[in-house]
């Protein structure tokens, strides 16, 4: 099991930028892929981002494409997610999670395994 922390989020006006940081404790995390997802008050969880183990591969919600970018630094355990030209419709709690080290990025939650207690973002008008 991987204990995973997030932070980095807050409180933002439209078009602006927030940078999220999940941070592992432990060296296992280079074994995995990376994803975050977020959820509103009153909807389900989505796939936000996710990157492969090596950072060789990523993956965006088509909500989110030219806006975030996912990133890690496995020696420092911590993988990040860079998010410009904030819109009102970003704002939810945002978790990261350990997936399954696949080429391919998975974006189902339920292939998603160890999960943060998430960080609040809130986008204003």
């Known amino acids: 099991q991987v204990h995973v922390v997030e932070s980095g989020g807050g409180l933002v006006q439209a078009g602006g930028s927030l940078r999220l940081s999940c941070a592992a404790s432990?060296?296992?995390?280079?074994?995995?892929?990376m994803g975050w997802f977020r959820q509103a008050p009153g909807q389900e969880r989505v796939f936000v981002a996710g990157i492969s183990w090596s950072g060789g591969n990523t993956g965006y919600a088509d909500s989110v494409k030219g806006r975030f970018t996912i990133s890690r630094d496995n020696a420092k355990n911590t993988v990040y997610l860079q998010m410009n030209s904030l819109k009102p419709e970003d704002t939810a709690v945002y978790y990261c999670a350990t997936g399954p080290s696949r080429t391919l990025v998975a974006t189902a939650a339920g292939d998603y395994t160890d999960w943060g207690q998430g960080t609040q973002v809130t986008v204003s008008l």
């Open positions: 432990e060296r296992t995390f280079r074994l995995y892929n």
